[in-house]
């Protein structure tokens, strides 16, 4: 049962020879999705081996060009190999209107049909759901208006005790709903389905947090995530500009990681005047040991 993160690109606004544009692809038990695209993003997706035209889901947290350019390219490859399925968009609202002019100017059309969910940058808001897992979105606090994502299993159903279902002479019907969490009588007797179950598979969970300044008003929304990727684009001796450009620092991802009980912390988005990223790490370590510094390329398997 995958729940693996890609990274496509580690870079800030300026590309590097070794740093894309952010984006990012995961892959939760066969369900594909991309989170910001960069450009050079569909480059990225194959050089990764990331299931290409497999994703159904986009994400954009923001219109500044080094988190969605790459995206018209992307769409038009698709349409071009022949891609007739859905693909839908949590994006802000302008993105369609961009996305317009350019199939307006272009003389294209794709040939498959864009569903376009626009964010809401005021408040939380779920914006996927199916049978196994649930997306939200979250307001952060950058120079436009801005939103992260949070990827989360739901709860799994429990297993149920074999030997439960010979002793009480359970049915089909009971296992389903005591599996769900649900009591149910047996032959007039309540059976409790913590008693006959026990616990499955925990849930995983994933928390992008974009482009942001530092700011406290993200915890609440990744509180115990399992994986935060948190952006810092600068190590702590550029904080003031950090803080005028709304971008954070090394040691700010840190204590977000830390305030929120993360269990480990991705760094990314790192300004190009840094050759080396070792100092981002050793920065962000003094405050939160689980720290990785991203790289283009870097892949980690959230395990069960
Ligand atoms: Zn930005």
């Not at 984006?23 to 594909?32: F, M, V």
């Not at 219109?63 to 790459?70: K, T, V």
């Not at 006959?196 to 928390?207: C, D, E, F, M, P």
């Not at 950090?242 to 993360?262: D, G, L, M, R, V």
């Given at each position: 049962m995958k729940f693996e993160l890609t990274i496509l690109g580690c870079g800030g606004a300026i590309p590097t020879l070794?740093?894309?544009?952010?984006?990012?692809?995961?892959?939760?038990?066969?369900?594909?999705?991309?989170i910001d695209c960069g450009e050079g993003s569909q480059i990225q997706?194959?050089?990764?081996?990331?299931k290409f035209s497999k994703i159904d889901h986009i994400f954009i947290s923001h219109?500044?060009?080094?988190?969605?350019?790459?995206l018209f390219g992307y769409l038009s490859t698709l349409s071009l190999l022949g891609r007739t399925s859905i693909m839908n968009i949590y994006a802000p609202k302008d993105l369609i209107v961009l996305i317009d002019a350019h199939n307006e100017i272009s003389?294209?059309?794709?040939?498959?049909?864009l569903n376009f969910k626009s964010l809401d940058?005021?408040?939380?808001?779920?914006?996927?759901?199916?049978?196994?897992?649930?997306?939200f979105s979250f307001p952060v606090s950058h120079s436009v208006p801005c939103c992260g994502f949070l990827f989360k299993e739901k709860l799994s159903q429990r297993n149920i005790i074999k030997e439960k279902i010979k002793d009480l002479s359970l049915g089909i019907g009971d296992i389903k709903k005591l599996k769900n969490r649900e009591n149910c009588i047996v032959n007039g007797e309540t059976i409790q389905?913590?008693?006959?179950?026990?616990?499955?598979?925990?849930?995983?969970?994933?928390?992008?947090?974009?482009?942001?300044?530092?700011d406290e008003k993200i915890i609440p929304f990744v509180k115990d995530v399992d994986v935060i990727y948190h952006e810092?684009?600068?190590?702590?001796?550029?904080?003031?500009?950090?803080?005028?450009?709304?971008?954070?620092?090394?040691?700010?991802?840190?204590?977000?990681?830390?305030?929120?009980?993360?269990?480990m912390l991705i760094i990314g988005h790192f300004s190009a005047r840094y050759d080396s990223v070792e100092k981002f790490t050793e920065e962000a370590s003094t405050i939160f040991d689980n720290t990785i510094a991203a790289y283009d390329g870097f892949k980690y398997q959230i395990k069960i």
């Open positions: 070794d740093k894309n544009p952010t984006s990012q692809y995961l892959n939760i038990q066969d369900r594909h999705f991309l997706l194959r050089k990764y081996k990331c219109l500044h060009g080094d988190h969605f350019l790459g003389g294209k059309k794709y040939n498959f049909e940058f005021k408040k939380p808001v779920k914006i996927f759901e199916d049978n196994i897992l649930e997306i389905y913590e008693d006959v179950t026990v616990l499955g598979n925990k849930s995983r969970s994933y928390a992008y947090c974009a482009d942001t300044k530092y810092s684009t600068f190590l702590e001796e550029l904080k003031s500009k950090a803080s005028k450009t709304k971008h954070s620092t090394a040691i700010q991802a840190a204590k977000i990681a830390f305030s929120a009980n993360a269990k």
